[in-house]
């Protein structure tokens, strides 16, 4: 397995939106989840789909503004962003977990195997 590899990350502003994409390699084995670091705080869990794509969570602060999808033909999964807010400025990370449940996803950090190195999103006011 390859570490997945983020991009699209950028400077916007507020209200604004932004696609974030995850190269998984492949997804046919794993649930996939986005993180975010913000300077200071610890690593928060934001949106995860399942392995079947047929389950995703979100956390409450970005319910109803952000949608992660998966594109299986392509490895992809993405996280479209928009209502962008200050508070949402932040390393994003995606993740992989190895899992043999397909309509299963995890919030926590330490239940995925795999991590990319992030992208930089910064929402200007």
């Known amino acids: 397995q390859v570490n997945p590899v983020e991009s699209g990350g950028g400077l916007v502003q507020a209200g604004g939106s932004l696609r974030l994409s995850c190269a998984t390699g492949q997804t046919r084995s794993h649930s996939v989840g986005w993180f975010r670091e913000a300077p200071g705080k610890e690593r928060e869990f934001v949106a995860a789909i399942s392995r079947g794509a047929d389950v995703s969570e979100y956390a409450d602060s970005v319910k109803g503004r952000f949608t992660i999808s998966k594109d299986s033909t392509k490895n992809m999964v993405y996280l479209q962003m928009n209502g962008l807010k200050p508070e949402d400025t932040a390393v994003y990370y995606c993740?992989?977990?190895?899992?043999?449940?397909?309509?299963?996803?995890?919030?926590?950090?330490?239940?995925?195997?795999?991590w990319g190195r992030g992208t930089q999103v910064t929402v200007s006011s």
């Open positions: 993740a992989l977990e190895y899992t043999i449940y397909t309509s299963v996803v995890r919030t926590s950090s330490s239940e995925y195997d795999y």
